[in-house]
């Protein structure tokens, strides 16, 4: 699809003039102010001080008005060189640069210089706009924008790609102004919009619009079905193709969609975009929108003025299936081409998402009210595999940019931080009902089992998870040393492989008091992670080393694929420096996550065949609610994979987000 603009630089024969500056004495100096004033103005587009001979400054600024008006917001730039005397006539060269659709397109033509009573001004003619531009020529631009390149999924698979949809509307030109308005207000309940909003846009358009109502994928099941766009008169629906991933809801919040360009879109583009371009919105779309985009083409033409329309006609929303409107001026005899720039092809942005998994994970949160996120890792390369968001997250992207309090899937963390103090997975700790720090009273969750309570060790009270336990070894670990620990299984610092954003976690090396020091022993207080740092860090203990993310494997088509064993750049400063997780401290976490499956909180994973399954669940609560409400988690690792589940609102860990974990890495390995 191309975007044409008739920018209306329609070159008078008269001679363009302005009021005169005085000079000295016509000197070579005093010439290329005087051309560099005129450059000045023409570049900001207010000619109505410069020196330029003929007319009255308020006539040669109406004329330039109507020269650019075409051109919307655009200024050239536009330069004065050095000035030159040859049989008596001075010349200044002026260079000129347009920014057109992306694409430059700079020339440089000749403005003559001359005196006339006693002031220097610059003589303007219809080749100082344009090189050999005729009088009563004008400049038609046209502009040709490429296909959208794709996103690419594991193994190249497209995941974002052209797909056929119907374009839904009226075609007035199939039917009377006397049912107009009955068959738009008809159609628009068929389809779900505003009926008397529809109606009005369908009066106010031209008497040979298509205007449009809706787009739909184009598949055997699609509603409208054209039976009932048959019943309509002046009802149809078109052939097109969009960039579109597989489902509505594929991916969609880390993906990010495809759509027209807003006005507020256009207006930001420095010139790139037009009405009618596709460009991204959000996710990777957006982000790497000028890779998929490419160029448009543009092609400059000089034309009779009266052979090209002065806009491209529209419609809206597409052609209709009467007469699809002509995007291209006409280029009849006497056209002259005065630059042309073929269309630059967008490149496609290659990710590690797997197509399968992610499916499997918008599918199991398809059914999930609040807001909820699954994101499985790649521990071996730290690939994301998938980064769902579920329907209750609104469009939000909560795998990669959620921070939420994580609960007790930070004891992962506090138990590393504990094994770096000596502590081994056997250690005696004290898990009682409750335990008192500062006045502050904390709790176990509702529900845990009392056989449980009393001298345990830390990878019982790891399994069943006993706050109260963690919160007793809260002297034996700073707030500095939780930091250096979430660090080194990749939990609140950089991750530069990632290519897209997102937010690692955050972990504050001090603590203002002991009952926030207590509480962030439990992954709540000022302790906050998305799904994918919960992931992260889980694929960190299943590598026995810092998994660095990676989604997006090419920001540049120069750029080489990471290797996946980069290492991350802290962000959290902790005393002494935070050095990763090693295979002898993995091994006594991956103990603890196995404990969770077989004898804690997390034994439904039993179930789950292939590779022993370790996890962690979690529980954290938030707001001023009595009682309050809570986020649900757990973390999961099968074989080599990593998976976060993520529930806001939701209850328990194990009840809540523990079948949904079960769900998914049952079916992962099928």
């Known amino acids: 699809m191309g975007n044409i603009r008739i920018a209306a630089l329609v070159v008078s024969v008269a001679l363009l003039s302005a009021v005169l500056t005085s000079c000295d004495d016509g000197s070579k100096a005093a010439a290329e102010k005087a051309a560099g004033q005129v450059s000045s103005a023409i570049a900001s587009l207010d000619v109505s001080h410069a020196p330029i001979l003929g007319t009255d400054a308020g006539a040669a600024q109406s004329q330039l008005k109507d020269i650019v008006g075409g051109l919307g917001d655009i200024k050239p730039k536009v330069s004065a060189g050095q000035a030159s005397t040859n049989n008596g006539t001075t010349t200044v060269p002026l260079a000129y640069e347009w920014e057109l659709s992306g694409q430059q397109w700079k020339y440089t ?44 999924g594991s193994g190249d698979a497209p995941l974002v790609t052209m797909r056929p949809v119907k374009r839904v509307g009226i075609d007035k030109t199939f039917v009377g102004a006397d049912r107009l308005d009955a068959s738009a207000r008809a159609l628009a309940s068929l389809v779900g919009i505003d009926p008397g909003e529809y109606a009005k846009q369908a009066a106010a358009s031209g008497p040979k619009a298509f205007v449009q109502a809706i787009v739909v994928r184009d598949t055997p099941d699609r509603k409208p079905t054209d039976e009932q766009l048959g019943a309509i008169p002046g009802a149809f629906a078109l052939s097109d193709t969009l960039p579109l991933a597989p489902t509505r809801e594929f991916g969609r919040a880390v ?28 996710g990777l779309e957006q982000k790497y929108d000028d890779q998929l985009r490419g160029k448009d083409g543009v092609t400059v033409l000089a034309v009779a003025q009266g052979s090209a329309a ?47 998994l992610q499916q499997l994970a918008d599918d199991t949160l398809a059914s999930v009210g609040p807001a909820s996120a699954i994101v499985a890792i790649r521990p071996s390369d730290g690939s994301v595999l998938a980064a769902a968001s579920g329907p209750g997250s609104n469009g939000y992207n909560t795998a990669m940019l959620g921070q939420y309090a994580p609960g007790s899937i930070f004891k992962t963390v506090d138990s590393l931080a504990l094994l770096r103090q000596g502590a081994t997975p056997d250690l005696p700790v004290q898990c009682t009902p409750t335990l008192t720090v500062d006045g502050k009273t904390f709790q176990n969750a509702t529900g845990y089992p009392a056989d449980h309570l009393g001298t345990i060790s830390l990878r019982d009270a790891y399994a069943h998870s006993c706050n109260t336990a963690f919160i007793s070894q809260r002297d034996k670990v700073t707030q500095e040393q939780l930091a250096a620990s979430a ?53 960190s203990v299943q590598k026995g080393s810092v998994v660095s993310p990676r989604l997006v494997l090419n920001v540049g088509e120069d750029e080489e ?18 050095k990763p997780v090693t295979q002898t401290e993995a091994a006594a976490l991956q103990d603890m996550m196995r404990a969770v499956v077989t004898s804690g909180h997390a034994g439904f994973l039993l179930s789950v065949p292939g590779a022993p399954v370790g996890a962690k669940t979690g529980t954290a609560e938030f707001g001023s609610d009595n009682p309050p409400k809570t986020h649900a988690w757990i973390i999961g690792t099968h074989g080599d994979l990593a998976v976060a589940v993520f529930v806001d609102e939701g209850g328990l860990g194990a009840t809540v987000s523990g079948p949904l974990l079960t769900n998914f890495l049952t079916k992962a390995g099928q």
């Open 561 to 578: 694929e990471p290797s996946g064993s980069a290492s991350p750049s802290p962000t959290t400063k902790a005393g002494g420096g935070s």
């Open 109 to 152: 033509t000749t403005a003559q210089v001359a005196q006339e009573g006693g002031n220097w001004g610059v003589r303007w003619s219809p080749d100082l706009l344009a090189p050999g531009l005729k009088a009563g020529e004008v400049l038609a631009v046209k502009s040709a924008a490429p296909p959208r390149a794709d996103i690419l």
């Open 310 to 356: 002065s806009s491209a006609p529209t419609a809206s929303g597409g052609a209709s299936p009467s007469s699809a409107p002509s995007t291209a001026p006409s280029q009849q005899a006497g056209t002259r081409m005065l630059f042309s720039s073929a269309p630059q092809p967008g490149k496609p942005v290659r990710t590690t998402i797997d197509p399968r």
């Open 487 to 539: 660090s080194s299984l990749g939990v609140g610092i950089e991750a530069p492989l990632l290519g897209a954003d997102g937010f690692l976690g955050s972990v504050p090396p001090d603590a203002a008091s002991a009952t926030e020091h207590a509480a962030s022993m439990i992954g709540q207080g000022k302790i906050l992670m998305s799904p994918l740092a919960a992931a992260v860090m889980a694929a």
């Open 255 to 282: 993906l990010g969609t495809v759509g027209q360009a807003t006005a507020e879109q256009i207006e930001k583009s420095d010139g790139e975009l037009q009405a009618g371009d596709l460009t991204g919105a959000g």
